[in-house]
């Protein structure tokens, strides 16, 4: 019993961490850039479903000023405005991101059949 009241409270942290790091990703404006579900675009990369750990050390990275490539520029404002333990809870919604959610997106912003010509 104590063992399943263990899971079911590391459950609801693990839910709240990965809310307030959907909030955080929309609260600075991450979107903005790499979509509305981390998807990347032609510029700027996917985040989605990426390690939790090269998310951190990323975000960390720029933050420090210890990443110096042709994105660092663009996000080391954004970083350091964020504390380590935001750091966290953003790579922790990252890395939690399914697929599934992006072909949902898909489906849902584009509909089969359309004279769009695709």
Do not use: W
Not at 39 to 44: D, E, I, L
Not at 51 to 78: C, E
Request: a positive charge; proline letters at 3%; one cysteine or more.
């Amino acid at each position: 019993m104590r063992r399943l009241c263990m899971l079911v409270v590391a459950g609801a942290l693990n839910i709240g961490f990965a809310a307030d790091g959907e909030e955080l990703y929309s609260k600075y404006g991450c979107y903005g850039c790499h979509g509305a579900k981390a998807q990347g675009s032609a510029s700027f990369p996917k985040l989605a479903n990426k390690p939790q750990s090269y998310l951190v050390k990323k975000l960390k990275g720029y933050k420090s000023g210890t990443i110096h490539s042709n994105r660092a520029d663009t996000m080391k404002p954004f970083a350091k405005k964020l504390s380590d333990k935001e750091i966290e809870e953003l790579a922790h919604y990252l890395s939690n991101i399914k697929e599934k959610d992006n072909e949902e997106r898909y489906y849902e912003e584009f509909e089969v059949g359309d004279s769009s010509g695709s």
